[in-house]
């Protein structure tokens, strides 16, 4: 019973908005919990969705020229047909990409899990979280959404939350779980100073 009123709490895990969570999506280590997590937003899919049925319409159009350059005929309702096809694969294409993507932050780490049957995950320690940017693009801004870049120490490969409906919430959680993670550093080297009987660790100026 004991790992019961931390799967509670687990369980009213907000995400953007306040949203209520069911589970987290990653095992969490005893002393952890979820300060966000959440998917790219659906307005983040739009972009998707407007490249995709644009792409669609492009290749319709030279797909009929072609057909008509070296003399020969396509009949519409084949046009329509592959154009349909091309749609449905656009919006399915942007519903999976969406909820296959997972943004967890907790009071340890980072963590970004992509992919239903094949699956990628990347995962950051906060004590390598050197710095925290936002960038929106043009389209972006329009769509009121935006990518959160996090600079890791050692990373070799870019961590980024991309397309979140609230880039600022997501640094403001990423803060909040830093602060969260000092002071735990604090509280175990007290109790360490104090086990050993030696003098107690210096105060974090910035908790």
Do not use: C
Not at 12 to 33: C, K, N, V, W, Y
Not at 86 to 115: C, D, F, P, Q, S
Request: aromatic fraction near 6%; hydrophobic fraction near 45%.
């Amino acid at each position: 019973m004991t790992g019961a009123p931390r799967l509670f709490r687990a369980w009213l895990a907000t995400g953007p908005g306040g949203t209520l969570r069911q589970m987290p999506t990653i095992s969490l280590a005893s002393d952890e919990h979820v300060v966000f997590e959440g998917h790219p937003s659906w307005r983040a899919t739009l972009a998707f969705y407007i490249k995709g049925i644009v792409g669609a319409v492009v290749l319709l159009a030279a797909l009929a020229g072609i057909t008509a350059l070296i003399g020969d005929t396509i009949e519409t309702s084949l046009l329509v047909a592959i154009g349909v096809a091309e749609v449905v694969l656009v919006l399915v294409g942007g519903y999976v990409w969406r909820m296959a993507t997972t943004y967890t932050i907790t009071n340890r780490r980072l963590h970004i899990k992509r992919g239903i049957i094949a699956r990628k995950t990347q995962e950051a320690r906060l004590e390598r979280v050197q710095n925290v940017n936002t960038e929106q693009s043009v389209i972006e801004r329009l769509l009121r959404v935006g990518t959160v870049d996090f600079d890791t120490a050692g990373a070799d490969e870019g961590f980024r939350f991309e397309g979140v409906a609230s880039p600022l919430e997501v640094v403001q959680s990423v803060d909040r779980a830093q602060r969260e993670f000092a002071e735990h550093q604090v509280r175990q080297q007290a109790d360490v100073y104090g086990r050993t009987g030696g003098p107690p660790p210096p105060q974090d100026p910035g908790l």
